[in-house]
């Protein structure tokens, strides 16, 4: 198929259409107009839309109010540190029987048995009334 075959079946198939708007407008007059009146209504809202949307902003209204301070700002103080109180250490094979006697503590019976309880009351939650 060549160019002026495509051309003239284009040219055929528009002139089809327009034939059937035409008659569609001729036998249904109410229709057309009604029609007619959407696409002219549409029409008028999309250029309303685009002229107002392409108006320049007001230069004022889209800035924000510049923030004047009345002081210098101070970062707020944090909780203090004490100076036995270490944020990290080296890990090691194995702890000397100093540093064990600083680091850990033997728990007392109260606790491992309050320990105990709460492990049993979440045990006793997850299962819940399973059988």
Sequence with gaps: ?????????????????????????????????????LIVVILVSLIVLICVSSQPKNKNGNLKPELILSEEMMVPEGPELHNEYKVSREPKDSWSDKEADEWFSVPSNKDVESLGKANDGLITEILGAAP
């Design 1 to 37: 198929m060549d160019f002026n075959e495509l051309w003239e079946n284009t040219k055929n198939t528009a002139a089809s259409i327009w034939e059937r708007i035409v008659d569609f407008f001729e036998e249904n007059r109410r229709n057309a107009i009604i029609v007619a009146a």
